[in-house]
């Protein structure tokens, strides 16, 4: 099975401007969750989505939102970009196993902002 | 709340030296416990899990139990090579959520 993937590799862009990134889960996995990682904060959850529904979200600005299409690829969506908002996005996936949240990581989106 | 507290690093060894990271959990229910490593450039890799109290996970000689009496969940390996220098993320689960907590990452270097 493919893992999971997430374009682009990298990124650049400017304050103020917005950023898309895309993450396709593996085959059959329905939940899709994303974490910012930076130096300072670590590891962070920002949301997750499973069948299109937003179930989980954690304490980031609403600049910060995403999606989850019927083939349960997700986007993410950051508006009007901070320097802070620098890091490594990263998305996984996972099956719904009862009280198991094994996740499995893609190789994640690096975002510099300028 | 549901933290997880990682020992600080970085950590340096020596070849096939023996290899304890240590972790720690808040005792809010019982939750799955987890090791992911990351190497340099790359995303986080599932390395060994637990999911209840006295498990054992497993995987490439690493070892950790769940101790739920001191709600700790450390990693161990008997002989480390250079391949394993790395950073490696203790996590817990959120019970009812696909979502995962992490520690703050131990930096791992193995000189020859």
Avoid at chain 1, 26 to 48: A, D, K, M, N
Avoid at chain 2, 31 to 43: D, I, K, N, R
């Amino acid at each position: 099975k493919a893992g999971v993937t997430q374009t682009p590799r990298y990124l650049i862009k400017t304050r103020g401007q917005q950023v898309t990134l895309s993450c396709s889960p593996i085959s059959g996995h329905r939940s899709v969750s994303w974490y910012q990682q930076t130096p300072g904060q670590g590891l962070q959850f920002l949301f997750e989505y499973f069948s299109e529904t937003q179930r989980n979200k954690g304490n980031f600005p609403g600049r910060f939102s995403g999606r989850q299409f019927s083939n349960s690829r997700s986007e993410m969506n950051v508006s009007t970009l901070e320097l802070g908002d620098s890091a490594l996005y990263l998305c996984a996936s996972s099956l719904e196993l009862a009280g198991v949240n094994e996740q499995f990581f893609g190789p994640g989106t690096r975002l510099t902002v300028l | 709340g549901n933290s997880v507290t990682q020992m600080e690093g970085p950590v340096t060894l020596s070849e096939e030296a023996f290899l304890t990271i240590n972790c720690t959990y808040t005792a809010t229910g019982y939750p799955s416990l987890f090791w992911y490593v990351q190497y340099p450039g790359e995303g986080l890799q599932l390395l060994l899990k637990a999911t209840k109290a006295d498990d054992k996970g497993s995987n490439k000689g690493f070892e950790a139990t769940y101790r739920k009496e001191t709600t700790s969940f450390h990693l161990e390996k008997g002989s480390v090579q250079v391949s394993d220098s790395a950073v490696y993320f203790c996590a817990r689960g959120i019970q009812g959520a696909q979502k995962l907590v992490f520690g703050q990452g131990t930096r791992l270097t193995i000189n020859p």
